[in-house]
């Protein structure tokens, strides 16, 4: 009779393991039991199956205070649900069959993952002068898997050394808690540690878990010094009036104190002393030259340590530009001048001469020979000290150059001859520069303006807007300029001038269709007026004249401009009185015989016979206006 089962079962806590029993052979029926084996070796019946052909009848006799209980399935299976830390224990299961009895032990181990570890620092300030090691931190793990409860022998790591200790909580877990000792050095004050737990899982695996970081604070004294200026200067320049610091640094923890000082005579005059290590001097004058030290005061540090550093304070300065001439000079055309420029300073400074940003000179001295106007302008003599940025100084000189003006006409764009017609609107432009400044006039009126040129170099500008006229053509029109010293002028001309023939045409034919119009209203006046007399404006009759005015005759003595007046305008002019004339007054025209008269449609009538061809009438006309009586209404 022979029986299986696994010799190690490894499990996480937490989750649930199956222990599995398996007779070897053919063995029907059988007892299956399983026990629980404490370190003293004594036995405790947990549960049982017996096993008749395909029949199973399990059996849980104890679970020992367990909770959730034992349980048996299939054909002699333990299950531990939920495994925890006191299943961990040996189990072992015995087989009774025909054949005989048969027994193996099945071993669980239970693993539980470290909790996140617990540092302590050392708080307090080690010193990098004491012999001995020094306790660091102390770190503490939570595990079932870091060995068992004992105190744990100190390893020596070269000079350091750490210690650890296990022990056996309540809960069945073990603690864990390592030291570590220390013979800590300068270079250990920017270092980091921490400690790492190393732990096994099931299946031969390991992990680790790492505590937070953490660094230390060291007492060490001061091996190095550093003194500089602030902002950084070159050679040691600084500007007079900036404000500026000393810095002092020694690379000793505690921070140690600092001392500053001033060398005169070879003695020490204290300017300062505190903890920050630093120094400010405000607005530093020329007379603050000179040397300045700092002193650490650190009583721990060696012999051989220099704890003193000086430096020289070089104050960079420059005294106001001096000019041999005026900030304003005037000179005449044509004439030579040398401008010399001079300056105190230190470092010894260099001079330049500039003119609209161009340098021109460098050097103290400017020579300008044969001036013109282009020579005015404003000239800059600057200062500068080249080891020390931004320290400069400049001096503005303006040159006037006097002379009668120069004129620069501005040509209007060359036209064919006769394409330029009379009163075309053109605009005229003039430029001028002299010193005084010059004043332009024209020599005709129009709309005029003055202003600077945007260019500069003291052109003033003019321009002149007009009409042309047949006396611009001859003569031209000129612009001059002028100032106390002289004049000139330029005259522009521009040929003969074309008529204005389109706008005299259209002038006469406004003013005649005026005076037809003015006509017209006054014969619908009048007409209105006769509305009471008989037979007038009736067309085709003839009403005999009112009593006391004599019938005229219709002979050539008729005015023709009457005639031709009345009947040219019979088209249009009607038209517009019939519209004027109340319904009842019906509108009546004289028309001589063959005379063909269009239709009032706006159309243009017929041009009459000739005065030969046309019959001879007469018909009465009023007196006073010599209009025909036929064309008073007839009542």
Known sequence: MQVSVAPLVEVMRGETVTLDCTPLGDHNPLLLKWFLVERSGARH???????QGSEVKPRVHTSRGRSPQYQLQGQGHLVLVEAQVTDEQDYVCVVTAAAGTAEATSKLQVFVKPETTKVFPNQGILSVMDDSAQEVPRDDFDSRVLGEGRLGAPRILGQSYMTTRTVRE??????????LYLRVHKEDREASFHCSAYYSLPRAQHGHLDSPPFSLTLHYPTEHVQFWVSPSTTEGWVREGDSIQLICQGDGNPTPEYMFY??????????????HGNFTLESVQRNQNGVYGCRVLDYDAADEVELSKTLELRVAYLDPIELNQEEELSLPLDSNVNITCSV??????????????????????LSLSSLTFNSAGTYICEAYTPTVPL??????????????????PEEIPPQAEGSRREGEEVRLTCSARGYPEPKLTWSEKGDSSTEPVPSGQGWVSSSLTLKLTNAMSQHGVFCEASNPLGSTRHVFHFGPLAPQTSQAGVAVMAVAVSVGLLLLVVAAFYCMRRKGRPGCCRKGEKAAPPPGEPELSHSGSQRPEQTGLLMGSASGGARRVSRAIPDEMTEKWLVPPNQDVTELSGEEHRPPASRQDQPSYRTPEDSTTGIPLSLYPQH
């Not at 320290?391 to 620069?408: I, Q």
Request: no cysteine; glycine share 4%; aromatic share 2%.
């Open 45 to 51: 019946l947990l549960a049982e199956a017996q096993v």
């Open 170 to 179: 309540t809960s069945n877990l073990q603690s864990l808690t390592s030291t």
């Open 262 to 275: 001033r060398l005169q005579n070879t003695e020490e005059r204290v300017l300062s002393t505190n903890l």
């Open 344 to 365: 105190q300073g230190l470092p010894t400074p260099a001079l330049r001469w500039t003119k609209d940003a161009v340098r021109l000179v460098d050097g103290p001295t």
């Open 391 to 408: 320290l400069s100084r400049t001096r503005v000189l303006k040159l006037l150059v006097e002379g009668p003006p120069d004129l620069k």
